[in-house]
């Protein structure tokens, strides 16, 4: 199936640092989904995007849709020991209709 | 809380066995969709109902079969178990049929020994 690429594997970052991760694949796109699962829990819903170069905040994250629909970024500014967990990118493959094609995730941890 | 529940949180079984996992949506969503969560393979999708109709499917193994029943609960019931099965099951609801915007409950561990 469809492969998104999301890196990196794993951050360690100090409290108060600013995060980047993202996901891209080699196809296109049609809606991108950012969630965050901590453990034994299931994925909450960060952010949604929906069109090419949107830009959308929720709080301390930030997340952008890539302009060639093949990728997309999270970013997380002044982190907090609980952000700590694993993001996933999740994105509507053109085409695919209803599935939703998951990255492997990127595991956070934050050094208080 | 997503408002998404799903019963039992845990379970352990052995080979071969036949079990079933409980997943209510959120109150108003007619979406239910499945994944499997393992270490080596990340979420992955296995099905999804629509108001009591299947609607997609993704990698489901002809051994795990589900269904959406009139009140819009959804059952995924995994048979002939092995080894490999283990993993988490999630499910997830969304308000609308091709909404993507999905929000998931708090999962099945299953252990199969």
């Known amino acids: 199936g469809q492969q998104l690429n999301q890196s990196p594997q794993s951050m360690f970052i100090q409290e108060g640092e600013d995060v980047s991760m993202n996901c891209t694949s080699s196809s296109i796109f049609n809606t991108w989904l950012w969630y965050k699962q901590d453990p034994g829990e299931g994925p909450v819903l960060l952010i949604a995007?929906?069109?090419?170069?949107e830009l959308t905040s929720n709080g301390r994250l930030t997340a952008q849709f890539g302009i060639t629909r093949k990728d997309s970024f999270l970013n997380i500014s002044a982190s907090i020991p609980s952000d700590v967990g694993i993001y996933f990118c999740a994105g509507q493959l053109r085409g695919s209709n209803y599935k939703l094609t998951f990255g492997k995730g990127t595991l956070l941890t934050v050094n208080p | 809380d997503s408002g998404v529940t799903q019963t039992p949180k845990h379970l352990i079984t052995a080979t071969g066995q036949r079990v079933t996992l409980r997943c209510s949506p959120r109150s108003g969503d007619l979406s239910v969709y499945w994944y499997q969560q393992s270490l080596d393979q990340g979420l992955q999708f296995l099905i999804q109902y629509y108001n009591g109709e299947e609607r997609a499917k993704g990698n489901i193994l002809e051994r795990f079969s589900a269904q959406q029943f009139p009140d819009l609960h959804s059952e995924l019931n995994l048979s002939s178990l092995e080894l490999g099965d283990s993993a988490l099951y999630f499910c997830a609801s969304s308000a609308r049929q091709g909404a993507y915007e999905q929000y998931f409950g708090p999962g099945t561990r299953l252990t199969v020994t």
């Open positions: 995007l929906y069109k090419a170069g």
